[in-house]
């Protein structure tokens, strides 16, 4: 998933590991997001099936050092695991401690990152070269709080139809699985338990203008449920809006006005909704979605709103 990976403390110079990938081509290779000592690095291209990486070199050995290591991709698009790792000098250090609060961020290509990455103006159509999760509002989010942060998301899926309705899954379908894209017959088990999840999902189901809205509210409700029924503590905070298209700004209305009868229909004092300023479509949006900076607005809308229902 996108910003998932993994952390690693050791005293010495530099580690490097042995990843695999799918690999499956340009377009759809992946990437990770390198932190050394909590400041990033350039990331690293996977494109072949077994490399071996350098994450970190030249430190000073005689320091205790911490490597985090995130992939910037979804699952859809390509693989990413750890085989190894080694020290090039040193020792091992006993793991980071673990953050007290986990925030989970459910979502569509706007919680992907679609055209996010720092080489996404570069481009001029979709690539996982343009995808970055972690330059949305998640990391921003996480970051203000202290928190670990965990991204389940799939460019063009809604709650009961997807963007022009091309094909399945809808978001039932893939949030119950582990990998629905690369292990689909293996159930989430839902050990790691957030504090809160903010969902942002909706703006694929507005762009078709034959979508039923008492459908849409329908699966809005079972959709809450199914969250709830996995995440029986969690604050549930329903985020739309961002995403304004052009010619369905109407229906991007209906749909987040809909959100909120299915959040009131429910009656569950712990499910909030929030609604995100759309950003400007001439100077915030590439290839029809946002930029990174685009997210800040949201991201701080986000801090304020958590801050307010949990007391953070």
Do not use: C
């Amino acid at each position: 998933w996108s910003a998932s990976g993994f952390s690693v403390q050791f005293q010495g110079s530099g580690v490097k590991a042995k990843i695999v990938s799918n690999a499956p081509n340009a377009t759809n290779y992946a990437y990770l997001k390198v932190y050394v000592d909590g400041v990033e690095q350039e990331d690293i291209l996977l494109n072949a099936k077994e490399q071996t990486v350098t994450l970190a070199e030249g430190l000073d050995p005689n320091k205790t050092h911490t490597v985090e290591v995130r992939k910037r991709n979804s699952p859809r698009s390509s693989t990413a695991g750890i085989v190894s790792m080694e020290l090039l000098d040193g020792q091992k250090l006993a793991p980071p401690a673990e953050k007290e609060k986990l925030i989970e961020f459910v979502g569509d290509s706007l919680t992907v990152g679609y055209s996010a990455s720092k080489e996404a103006m570069e481009e001029t159509k979709w690539s996982t070269k343009t995808e970055d999760g972690t330059r949305t509002y998640s990391k921003q989010v996480a970051d203000a709080f202290d928190a670990e942060y965990m991204v389940t998301a799939i460019s063009g899926r809604g709650i009961v139809m997807n963007n022009q309705n091309a094909g399945a899954p809808w978001f039932k379908d893939i949030y119950p699985k582990l990998d629905l894209y690369n292990d689909p017959n293996t159930a989430y088990d839902f050990s790691l338990q957030p504090d809160v999840i903010v969902i942002n999902l909706g703006s694929n189901d507005a762009t078709n203008k034959d979508l039923d809205l008492d459908v849409f509210q329908a699966g809005v409700v079972s959709f809450i449920q199914l969250v709830r029924s996995n995440n029986p503590n969690a604050q549930i905070l329903w985020a739309y809006g961002m995403r304004h298209i052009a010619g369905t700004d109407v229906k991007h209305v209906e749909v987040g006005e809909r959100i909120q009868a299915a959040i009131a229909e429910l009656n569950d004092p712990e499910v909030y909704y929030l609604q995100l300023d759309a950003v400007d479509t001439k100077t915030q949006l590439h290839i029809t979605h946002p930029i990174a900076s685009a997210y800040a607005p949201s991201g701080e809308k986000l801090i304020a709103k958590i801050r307010e229902i949990t007391g953070w």
